[in-house]
């Protein structure tokens, strides 16, 4: 019987390998066409050219041409920003599920989300701000309602998980009250439509400066998440098995729900809001290699880089005018966990 599991669990490594490589392959092809495509059509020897080119001039250069301006200014930011975004909230999105234990849990449950927005949208309506003091605000509100549902929680201090989420919807309803109540004072023909923009999402306002914070943000805490995922697989059997293996429940479920949020904020402070990644993800990745978040954890992430980068594509080249980003993953999410919750309907999600 151990020789057949073992034998079991190499073949299910194997396979699992097997499509993290596809997933790569997708995603780096999917990157290509990406770049190529859009208002201005750029063909695979112009990319070739335009590459070899920007490697060796200056970004900046006011020689280059129109489409190098385009792929160096425009297109290229864009891109890695949709990838490093779309990998953030998806896996925040699996290790939210996995420290809740709950498959209906995003990453705005804390009220992350919410309080970045009102951040951004109190920081449209002072007089004389700028997008980069928009981007603070949103995220110090960010992690300012994370630490709230954290505060609320640690005061109560009974059956941890259940209150924090009790906490999160607490300060969920709060800072939702008070984006109404911004957009209510608001002007309605200059600041309420700017609000309301930023809450659909777009990442069109991608440049280089939202790059370098990124990277070091979402970038150190997927590596977090990644070097200890499989911790997540014994937090997320609950407080006495995790403690009777000699590790701390409160300082490990701490620690991933501040890196988690961190990159959370970070998306919503750069793009705003995106919806549905950081619940569906998880699932598809869940169902395709199951619940063992050493695999599921890189999985993820490179599922949550290739849907973002997509329907970042979609949602620009579909037509004319550009379409918020969160109508693309809205009306491709749903479906999606919808068909996942047909498929797993007799699986209890484990």
């Known amino acids: 019987m151990s020789g057949t599991a073992f034998s079991y669990r190499s073949l299910t490594k194997t396979r699992s390998y097997r499509l993290m490589i596809i997933l790569a392959v997708l995603l780096v092809l999917m990157f290509i066409l990406s770049l190529r495509i859009g208002r201005v059509s750029i063909s695979m020897s112009e990319l070739g050219r335009i590459v070899s080119s920007w490697v060796f001039s200056n970004p900046t250069d006011p020689q280059l041409t129109g489409k190098e301006m385009v792929f160096t200014l425009v297109r290229l930011p864009r891109c890695l920003l949709a990838v490093l975004l779309g990998m953030g909230l998806s896996v925040s999105g699996a290790v939210y599920q996995g420290l809740f234990r709950n498959p209906l849990v995003s990453p705005d449950i804390l009220g992350v989300s919410a309080g970045a927005t009102f951040g951004a949208a109190l920081g449209l309506l002072l007089p ?188 620009r080249t579909l037509t004319m005018a550009e379409l918020p980003i969160s109508v693309v993953t809205a009306f491709s999410g749903a479906p999606i966990f919808a068909y996942l919750l047909y498929r797993n309907r007799g699986s209890g999600w484990t």
């Not at 960010?142 to 505060?151: F, I």
């Open 128 to 315: 004389g701000s700028s997008f980069a003091m928009i981007q603070v605000l949103a995220f110090v509100f960010g992690l300012t309602a994370v630490c709230m549902a954290l505060a609320i929680a640690r005061v109560v201090a009974v059956r941890p998980v259940l209150v924090l989420v009790l906490a999160g919807l607490v300060v969920l309803s709060i800072f939702n009250s008070s984006i109404t109540l911004l957009k209510y004072l608001s002007d309605p023909y200059n600041e309420l439509p700017a609000i309301v923009f930023w809450i659909m999402g777009s990442i069109s306002r991608a440049e280089w400066k939202d790059i370098y914070t990124a990277v070091p943000l979402i970038c150190g805490g997927l590596l977090f998440v990644f070097l200890l995922r499989y911790k997540l697989n014994v937090l997320s059997l609950g407080d006495l098995q995790t403690k009777s293996i000699g590790l701390n429940p409160s300082i490990y479920r701490f620690l991933f729900i501040s890196v988690s949020s961190v990159m959370v904020a970070v998306s919503v402070s750069t793009c705003g809001q995106i919806c549905w990644v950081g619940l569906v993800i998880p699932h598809i990745a869940r169902t395709l290699v199951g619940p063992n978040h050493e695999i599921m954890i890189p999985v993820t992430a490179l599922i949550g880089g290739l849907f973002l980068l997509l329907a970042d594509t979609v949602a």
